[in-house]
């Protein structure tokens, strides 16, 4: 089955720093790739939807200078946490679609970010 | 705009017994609904896609139902197993986009079965 990978599954920074966080599918191509937010007993919420070669779409609310996504391969998404604050603390899930089954979405297992 | 509802938040079942989990959503116009599974500190496996053209859908113990009419899923797990437990998520994908439209979730019912 279609599989997608999350790196790292748990971080830890100190406030002010960035962190990385790698969003892969391994077995297929992705051509669309969605980064999602979910904090403690709430839903998951978009932040934002990118398309292989293109910049991403982000929802309203979320700062694109803060939450930088680039989604250079149709394997390969990431999410770079900018200038992070205890605020950011949450669990980052990325979810990808198969080009070739488009009504599908398969999501990775999640990452979790602590900011100190 | 589209709000996705789950009741109850959270429910307690001893092994064996059949249950019911709840999703209704405010705009009828949705293109698909899910259910998904997540467990503690983990991403989230599909269980179930319901277009919505379909009533329900069934895979082994688990059986969903749509009233895209009434706004409202629900998801009968059969004869519970300790391994059920999990937080169950229900997300309607938006009818504007078709399939490429965006996921919508409720906030979970978060499930324990006791052995």
């Known amino acids: 089955g279609a599989v997608v990978s999350q790196h790292p599954s748990w971080v830890i920074c100190k406030s002010g720093t960035s962190v990385k966080i790698e969003c892969r599918s391994l077995?297929?191509?992705?051509?669309?790739m969605f980064w999602y937010r979910q904090f403690p007993k709430q839903s998951l919420m978009l932040m934002a939807t990118?398309?292989?070669?293109?910049?991403?779409?982000?929802e309203q609310g979320v700062e694109k200078d803060k939450f930088l996504i680039n989604h250079a391969s149709l394997t390969l998404s990431t999410l770079t946490v900018t200038s992070a604050h205890p605020e950011d603390s949450s669990f980052y899930i990325c979810?990808?679609?198969?080009?070739?089954?488009?009504?599908?979405?398969?999501f990775g297992p999640g990452t979790r970010l602590t900011v100190t | 705009k589209q709000e996705v509802t789950q009741i109850p938040a959270a429910l307690s079942v001893p092994e064996g017994e059949n249950l019911v989990l709840n999703c209704s959503f405010t705009?009828?116009?949705?293109?698909?609904l899910q259910w998904f599974r997540q467990d503690p500190g983990k991403g989230l496996t599909s269980l179930l896609l319901?277009?919505?053209?379909?009533r329900e859908q069934t895979s082994g113990r688990l059986n969903a139902s749509l009233d895209k009419s009434s706004g409202r899923s629900t998801l009968y797990i059969a004869a519970s197993q300790p391994g059920d437990s999990a937080t169950y998520l229900c997300?309607?994908?938006?009818?504007?986009?078709?399939?490429?439209?965006?996921?919508?979730f409720g906030k979970g019912t978060k499930l324990s079965v006791k052995p």
């Open positions: 979810s990808a679609r198969d080009w070739t089954r488009p009504y599908e979405q398969y």
């Open positions: 077995d297929f191509q992705a051509t669309t």
């Open positions: 990118s398309n292989e070669g293109s910049k991403a779409t982000y």
């Open positions: 705009d009828s116009a949705i293109y698909n």
């Open positions: 319901i277009q919505s053209s379909q």
């Open positions: 997300a309607v994908r938006q009818l504007r986009g078709g399939s490429q439209g965006n996921l919508i």
